[in-house]
């Protein structure tokens, strides 16, 4: 299942006023559980009603308009409307409201989504190509969808347009490459004398070795590992940015077909009952975008370099849905520079917003997993996908 780490505790308080909004079989005496809440700052509750099982989503506080939140709940009634069943459509409150307002915060209240994340644990071919087959079935539904003109800046359908993750992606290289980098590196280094690290793991980061945490104590060393694993990603990523930043620079220019697309599907948003996708939730990221974009994010997060299962995953995604060769050089780039810029983020919210990724074993687990990928990149074994 999704339990975990809930960073939203401050507002369990609000959850009844929350839940009093909405019909008595869901609000009277609810079995409430937290869940995992992913990376964003939301807050997931697990309810157990007379109605049925049901996830109750806060929003971060300084989240998304609301505006684009409503379009995104009349996208996921539309999918729904043409069959699609690996989505969760926010349950209307007694006002007809799909979204409510409590203790600064709005919430929604959601059908629990059945199955595991758990294609890491229980990899194939045939769940390769079911992940890709439901990602086609929702880009072709989404694709037919007509968003409210005040939804328009987030959810419009292009023929033909640049790509918005290029150029976002261009400026974070280039705005790293411009000084952010060494600014980082003084930080991190900085940082050395509030947490010393052990001579082992400090060798590992001046060495170029890649660092990889030992088994015993696992959580306990987690203040020792991040500066290590942080100077190994600062290293290897001035190896690598400069090639990644020329191929989308050589794409910047290029327009593809734009439509509603997830963003953030990757492997914890995938749901599996047996070899069957059951979910694909959290599509908070979601806007318009190239479908490449969304192949790049799951079939990196699914398999990482493994070239022979991308190039599976794309030939399964491909007899579902349209999907040009160009689309496909567009995917390749935008994994590479998703393995160049995703660390970064992390390092970005640590040494410079000040979150304390060392409390948060799960941050630095999945940290060290894209260190790993941009190890790849920088030495030039990874990144070759077939056409």
């Known amino acids: 299942m999704r339990f975990g780490v809930n960073r939203v505790t401050g507002s369990l308080s609000a959850i009844p006023a929350v839940l009093a909004r909405y019909p008595a079989e869901i609000a009277g005496t609810p079995s409430l559980t937290p869940a995992k809440g992913g990376f964003s700052g939301a807050g997931v509750w697990r309810i157990e009603s007379r109605a049925g099982s049901f996830a109750l989503r806060a929003w971060p506080s300084n989240g998304i308009p609301e505006a684009r939140i409503h379009g995104l709940h009349r996208l996921l009634k539309h999918l729904a409307g043409a069959g699609i069943k690996t989505v969760a459509v926010p349950r209307p409150a007694r006002n007809g409201a799909t ?25 194939s071919r045939a769940r390769l190509a079911s992940a890709m087959c439901a990602l086609a079935d929702w880009h072709r539904a989404a694709a037919t969808w007509a968003p409210e003109p005040a939804e328009d800046s987030w959810f419009v359908s292009e023929t033909s347009a640049v790509s ?49 945490p030992c088994s015993t104590d696992h959580h306990a060393r987690i203040g020792a590992r991040l500066p290590a694993l942080a100077l190994q990603i600062i290293a290897d990523f001035a190896r690598a940015a400069p090639r990644v930043r020329d191929e989308l620079e050589r794409l910047s220019t290029v327009r593809f077909r734009l439509q509603p697309c997830l963003r953030d599907i990757w492997h914890d948003h995938v749901l599996w009952t047996g070899d069957d996708v059951t979910g ?19 079939l990196g997060s699914l398999v990482g370099d493994d070239a022979d299962a991308w190039l599976a995953g794309f030939n399964a995604y491909r007899q579902a849905a349209e999907f040009s060769d160009r689309e496909w050089e567009l995917c390749r780039a935008l994994d590479r520079s998703g393995v160049l810029l995703s660390p970064m983020t992390w390092l970005n919210r640590r040494y410079f917003a000040g979150r304390n990724l060392e409390a948060e074993p799960e941050v630095i687990e999945r940290l060290e997993a894209q260190a790993r990928r941009l190890r790849a990149l920088a030495e030039g074994s990874a990144g070759s996908h077939p056409l």
Not at 99 to 119: C, H, I, K, N, T
Not at 189 to 195: C, K, P, R
Not at 280 to 298: Q, T, W
């Open 99 to 123: 979204l409510v307002s409590s203790d600064g915060r709005l919430w929604q209240l959601e059908p629990w989504m059945p199955g595991s994340a758990d294609f890491h644990r229980n990899p």
């Open 164 to 212: 918005p993750a290029v150029h976002s992606r261009c400026r974070e290289i280039h705005e790293w490459m411009a000084g952010s980098l060494d600014r980082l590196k003084h930080r991190v280094v900085a940082s050395l004398t509030e947490t010393p690290i052990e001579s082992p793991l400090a060798i590992a980061s001046h060495s170029g070795k890649l660092w990889t």
């Open 280 to 298: 694909l939730i959290d599509p908070s990221a979601a806007r318009s975008e190239s479908v490449a974009a969304d192949l790049a994010r799951l």
